[in-house]
């Protein structure tokens, strides 16, 4: 079984696609940003990643799924609040969540995260993990 790293990448406001993209591929500013500028886009959705991905040469499943803290692949957690049509990006790796600066708990920390009714909640951030892209080579 492969061991997959990665390193929280955050070039800063305006850039959240290009370091979502650089935390789970480790491809460099300039070639995250040259694909993110290509999409057209600004506003993303989750096929927009899963196309942006594939298109650096890397595989995803189709789209996002419900999570699976099991998963031996790194992956992107889709995340919700209160506000209705907005998510949010945290990492998930070897039973560790991240955020987009670097902060980092275990899943199973009961300080950290509820599980209720098989979602997982993240204390802290007032969120609620509803699905992940699996990112791998």
């Not at 591929?25 to 899963?50: I, M, N």
């Not at 419900?66 to 990492?91: A, E, Q």
């Not at 790796?93 to 708990?105: E, L, P």
Request: glycine share 10%.
């Amino acid at each position: 079984m492969n061991k997959y790293e990665f390193e929280i990448v955050n070039f800063g406001d305006g850039y959240w696609h290009e370091s979502t993209l650089a935390t789970m591929s480790g491809l460099p500013f300039a070639e995250v940003h040259a694909a993110v500028k290509a999409t057209g886009r600004d506003r993303w959705g989750g096929q927009l990643y899963v196309i942006t991905f594939q298109s650096l040469g890397f595989n995803t499943n189709p789209r996002f799924v419900k999570f699976d803290p099991s998963t031996s692949l790194p992956c992107i957690l889709r995340c919700r609040n209160h506000v209705k049509g907005y998510w949010y990006v945290f990492y998930y790796n070897a039973g560790v969540v991240y955020d987009c600066v670097g902060n980092s708990f275990l899943l199973n920390d009961h300080g950290e995260v509820t599980l209720r009714n098989g979602s997982y909640f993240l204390k802290c951030y007032g969120m609620k993990v509803t699905s992940m892209l699996q990112v791998w080579v």
